[in-house]
């Protein structure tokens, strides 16, 4: 039988993404991003190992070479040190550093990493229920004791239940509004919540009745209008999130429209140019430029159709 669409996005987005991992690496020469944007790829590379690393139907796993670059940098004390250069994000870098060792590393610089964080980033003060919700879900993972509220207390509070769509607009001889639902910053707190509350797809996200119907409306309205403007990235995150709210997306109208969108956009080398297709990368750009521009929405595809096209999945939501 051929690969399916989903199939075929995430082969490719697999691919090019282990073209490039020269780039992914903080201390190659060719990677000439600032200090922050090495981390975070880095970051975003251990993530999609964590979570989606698997074999393929040939029985050998398609990240196994950026499997084997996360296990290096994990155990490299000059890593965590590159978190030192973003104050305002150092102590985020840390828990999710320490959260995503890989298993079976020497995971001393983890721990190092951990025993810096101030005590105040792990307790709930001043901050808003979606970053609670992401301080939770790695200090879990991590292992790390805290102060945030048990998720039946932040559910109630959080983007899914609490974000309400815009009021629509029609544009004049259409049926297609002129108005996002929300606005983008919104869309991806709504995305991330369900992520961390749905550990990616392993589990129920815990919402249920009228919420789990509010958050899955929330989510169609906005893929409508990512699929409408071309935002590759949203719409790949919105798929994903369709999932864990426990839908098969190639079974909703605008979940099977945005992975149509995203292989309308997957260049024959598997990447996707940007996060939509007005900030696209220009053509004749440099392979350092092309890869700040493509990575995180390539990489998000990618893991978006591994978990939803892996034959061990299955919607974890609660109808």
Request: net charge neutral.
């Amino acid at each position: 039988m051929p690969p399916s669409l989903l199939e075929q996005l995430s082969a490719g987005a697999l691919d090019w993404l282990g073209g490039n991992l020269d780039h992914f690496d903080p201390f190659s020469a060719n990677t000439g991003a600032t200090t922050r944007g090495k981390a975070k790829a880095a970051l975003e590379l251990g993530l999609l190992c964590h979570r989606a690393a698997r074999p393929d139907d040939s029985g050998t796993d398609p990240l196994s070479g950026a499997t084997a670059l996360v296990r290096k940098l994990w155990q490299d004390p000059d890593f965590p040190r590159l978190f030192d250069d973003s104050p305002a994000y150092a102590s985020t870098y840390r828990l999710v550093h320490a959260a995503l060792a890989p298993d079976g590393i020497d995971d001393t610089q983890c721990r190092e990493a951990l025993a810096r964080l101030d005590p105040d980033f792990l307790s709930p003060g001043g901050k808003s229920p979606y970053r609670r919700i992401e301080i939770r879900y790695y200090a879990d993972k991590a292992g790390v004791r805290h102060g945030i509220e048990p998720y039946a207390e932040l559910i109630p509070h959080s983007p899914l239940v609490a974000l309400r769509a815009a009021a629509p607009g029609l544009a004049a001889g259409t049926a297609r509004s002129t108005v996002e639902p929300l606005t983008v910053p919104q869309a991806y707190a709504l995305t991330h919540t369900a992520f961390y509350l749905g550990d990616f797809g392993r589990r129920s996200p815990r919402v249920a009745g009228a919420d789990l119907d509010h958050a899955r409306d929330l989510t169609h309205r906005m893929l409508l209008h990512c699929v409408t403007h071309d935002l590759w990235d949203l719409a790949a995150e919105l798929v994903l999130t369709q999932f864990v709210l426990g839908e098969d997306p190639l079974r909703t109208p605008w979940g099977a429209a945005a992975v149509e969108c995203l292989a309308r956009a997957q260049r024959p080398d598997g990447a996707i140019p940007g996060r939509s297709a007005e900030l696209r990368a220009a053509p004749r750009v440099t392979a350092g430029e092309f890869f700040r521009k493509a990575y995180h929405t390539t990489l998000v595809t990618a893991l978006m159709a591994s978990i939803v096209s892996s034959p061990s999945s299955s919607p974890r939501g609660i109808s």
